[in-house]
RNA sequence: CGGGGUAUAGCGUAGUCCGGUCAGCGCGCCUGCUUUGGGAGCAGGAGGUCGCAGGUUCAAAUCCUGCUACCCCGACCA
């Protein structure tokens, strides 16, 4: 048991600031509310954006880099744009400090402030599309379809590491397109990237499907999402995709000329995931004895350690492991064989389970002596003797296994904490219980803001490809005819 | 941003009510020897302007004021 480790039972959300603490993936800053992504979690941030950036590419997109700086009025022209970021936004109002007049401090140089502020992109959408305008005449430009990777800064009041932090790294994809149908169809074509990301690389199964009004981007015409279930029983949103429309076409004044000589606006979505994701990992599969990784996603796949007295035995032991760590690695395996003399077996176990390494080796003078390697996978803490031929191949399955087993353990859990609700007063007993709720909603905002406000749980979604049913809303008691999913979120 | 709590060595903490050998303990760190199949043992050693800035007092970790950061609850938010 990791020493001094709050369980899940105890306390869900120390457990959660520990562990991102204790397995060194991230701190806190001397920035308030911005935190310091060390080498360890920037490790699985940067796996995670090399698979995500060769889903995009794949799929025909570019990337680019817009500034970081946005004109104060470019933000009042999409109306509800600017009311959903206005009371988030770092605002830049001067460009030079200077020494104060008993030089023992450095201050703002009242004579040096900028004619326009400049927004600390909360977003891009809007320094995107003034640019866009420049770069689309014709439909033969269209579609454009571009991802930027970024910072970005809402100035939050209430910060935790990785799920919500005051800047935070992330992509953003905007994308322009002729016709009404095809960005309906690139929103759609992303949140199957996201989907797919998320099942097969996080091991994070996800509900596809469509914000409510309450829920949507500010400035989009739908927002898709895709949504998690945390071990805790909440809800966290992984991903979003946006059908921007017109709006910000309209405000942008960006229009092509069509085939048939009409000039047109274009159609737009913008989509990202973002560190958040990080988060998502942690809470999708850690235990109570620290991180858990499924293996596509962790930095180091196997940590071998060897056993031994002597320096001799040692020198036997990297003989043996040396071949082995080189078939791994051909295999595209990510090995780290730790001959430290500073620390000892144990501790170093010890460390490896903290950290989520998916599986370690453990090589001793008794396995010299009978060809034989212990194998400990991280998911289900078994450890076995195994003959040490083909053992790169046997490795290289149990990679697979540990990778299928997390991805079933959570869509297991998910369904284990899905409950059909059909009454008010389930409702509100099951929302205490966490998970996620089915139950039908008569589709009016004023509905949902109440039950927020009495339950603190919103609609995190309204699955696509839905069963329709016909029913009552489990508020108001209206018609309704279908279902739709609410919990408490992150 | 409102309410509550916390801040003492790298980490975790005792001491704060009742000012005066109170700056102590555990882990970690350094040196040496013995150890090494689940966080090693013994011996010796280094490390702290008690969050920051003021104030009260002969004397402040301890009392007062302000500030900052973190945690919990709420509001806001994705």
Same mark, same amino acid.
């Given at each position: 048991? =990791? ?10 959300? +120390? ?32 796996? &995670? ?29 999409? =109306? ?15 460009? %030079? ?58 100035? #939050? ?13 992330? +992509? ?29 690389? &996080? ?11 309450? @829920? ?9 999402? $895709? #949504? ?20 910000? =076409? ?7 000329? !069509? ?14 995931? !973002?560190? %958040?994701? &990080?988060?998502?990992?942690? &809470? ?89 390697? @212990? ?6 803490? @078994? ?7 083909? $053992? ?11 990778? /299928? ?9 998910? #369904? ?8 008010? /007063?389930?409702?509100?007993? +099951? ?22 406000? @009495?339950?603190?749980?919103? $609609? ?11 029913? +009552? ?18």
């Amino acid at each position: 048991m =990791a020493k001094n480790f709050t369980s899940r039972k105890e306390n869900y959300s +120390q457990w959660y600031n520990e562990l991102v603490i204790r397995a060194d993936m991230a701190e806190n800053s001397a920035v308030r509310g911005c935190m310091v992504i060390k080498p360890y979690g920037y490790a699985i941030w940067e796996r &995670m954006q090399a698979n995500l950036d060769k889903m995009f590419k794949d799929t025909g997109h570019q990337n680019a880099y817009f500034p970081l700086f946005i004109p104060k009025s470019f933000f009042n022209r999409e =109306a509800a744009h600017v009311e959903g970021f206005a009371k988030e936004c770092a605002v830049v109002t001067h460009y %030079r400090l200077k020494n104060s007049k008993d030089g023992k401090d450095i201050i703002v140089d009242d004579d040096a402030k900028l004619e326009e502020e400049l927004i600390v992109r909360p977003t891009s959408e809007t320094i995107i599309w003034n640019t866009y305008k420049d770069w689309i005449q014709s439909y033969r430009d269209l579609p454009l379809l571009i991802n930027q990777w970024a910072n970005v800064v809402r100035w #939050e009041m209430r910060t935790r590491l990785f799920l919500r932090t005051a800047e935070f790294l992330w +992509q953003e994809g905007h994308t322009a397109h002729a016709t009404k149908e095809e960005a309906i169809e690139e929103t759609e074509k992303i949140l199957h990237v996201y989907e797919e990301f998320a099942e097969k690389w &996080m091991a994070l199964p996800v509900l596809k499907g469509l914000k409510s009004p309450n @829920e949507r981007f500010a400035g989009a015409v739908e927002t898709y999402c $895709i #949504e998690a279930l945390m071990q805790d029983g909440k809800a966290l949103q992984a991903g979003t995709s946006h059908f921007l429309g017109q709006n910000f =076409a309209r405000a942008f004044d960006v229009k092509f000329l !069509s085939k048939e000589n009409k000039l047109e606006y274009v159609w737009a979505t913008s989509w990202g995931v !973002s560190t %958040r994701l &990080m988060g998502a990992l942690i &809470m999708a599969h850690s235990d109570d004895k620290g991180l858990v990784l499924p293996p596509k996603l962790a930095p180091i796949q196997v940590a071998i350690v060897p056993i031994y007295k002597k320096n001799e035995q040692l020198e036997e032991i990297t003989k043996k492991i040396l071949p082995i760590k080189e078939a791994l690695e051909k295999r595209g395996i990510t090995v780290k064989y730790d001959d430290r003399d500073t620390q000892k077996p144990g501790w170093k176990f010890a460390e490896y389970e903290f950290k989520g390494i998916p599986v370690r080796l453990a090589i001793g003078p008794r396995d010299l002596e009978n060809g034989t390697i @212990e194998v400990a996978r991280r998911d289900t803490l @078994e450890k076995e003797i195994l003959n040490i031929t083909d $053992i790169d191949i046997k490795v290289a399955n149990l990679l697979d296994a540990i990778q /299928s087993n997390l991805y079933e353990k959570a869509l297991a859990f998910r #369904e284990e904490n899905t409950f059909k609700v059909d009454t008010w /007063s389930d409702f509100k007993k +099951q929302i205490e219980k966490g998970g996620f709720i089915l139950a039908h909603w008569d589709g009016t905002e004023e509905t949902e803001q109440k039950i927020k406000e @009495e339950t603190k749980a919103t $609609i995190r979604t309204i699955p696509l490809n839905n069963t329709k049913e016909k029913g +009552q809303c489990v508020f108001s008691g209206k018609d309704s005819n279908q279902r739709v999913v609410f919990a408490r979120a992150y």
